[in-house]
């Protein structure tokens, strides 16, 4: 089993972003989580085309596209062009989600869904054979810094149970409040890709950061 951190650049120095961004390249960071919000689906405005561009430009590491807008269908294939790697939508935000899920894929991306924290994990069931990714929210979208909310240990091991024999090579991720406090009990739970933002960038040292989470996912696994 391989365990991916994905740094959020949301939480990066945007006065110093070619510099976050050559810091993760060189870290044992897997992926560049890239958050994305219209100010419509979640209350809060992030970033477009001109700053994925920007990441690209630069980065050595797959981008890891979340979309927490709506009508994500009209902006996939600028996502793609844009570089993106996987792109996550949200099951909220989509009102025909196995179109969507087969208009990324044939954008060329991988494809995951999000789960906001009160969405449960049964509503993907009649997709999960489609997915690359399932992203279950640990916090409410829109804002960096919040508390991780406890039960999502509870949906991640529901998601666990969904996928056996029907898609195992799914990767669950977990998004918000994720750190060197909770890594090793996401591990247990059943996730193996952790959005990390402020829990990396707001450290002295992200570099070390990132490679004492990549331990403990490692270390985690022999417990």
Known sequence: MKYIIAPSILSADFGNLQRDIEMINQSE??????????????????FGFPIMAAVKK????????????VQPDNFIG???KAGADRITVHYEACTH?????????????????ALNPHTPVTLVQDV???LDLVLIMSVNP?????????????????????????NEELIIQVDGGVGLQNISAL????????????????????????????????????I
């Not at 989600?97 to 869904?113: D, N, P, W, Y």
């Not at 996730?191 to 992200?206: C, R």
């Open 29 to 46: 960071a897997d992926w560049f989580h890239v958050d994305v919000m219209d100010g419509v689906f979640v209350p809060n405005i992030s």
């Open 128 to 130: 999960i054979e489609d």
């Open 187 to 222: 591990v247990s739970a059943g996730v193996n890709s952790f959005v990390a933002g402020n829990a990396v960038f707001a450290t002295d040292n992200p570099t070390d950061t990132i490679a004492k989470m990549k331990s403990l996912t490692v270390n985690s696994l022999s």
């Open 58 to 69: 630069h980065a050595t590491k797959p981008l890891d596209v979340h979309l927490m807008i």
């Open 142 to 166: 829109g804002f960096g810094g919040q508390q991780f909310i406890h039960n999502t240990y509870k949906k991640v091991k529901d998601l666990k149970r969904l996928i056996q024999g029907r």
């Open 97 to 113: 989600l196995h179109r969507t899920i087969q208009l990324i894929k044939a954008s060329g991306c991988k494809a995951g869904v």
């Open 78 to 80: 600028e996502f793609a």
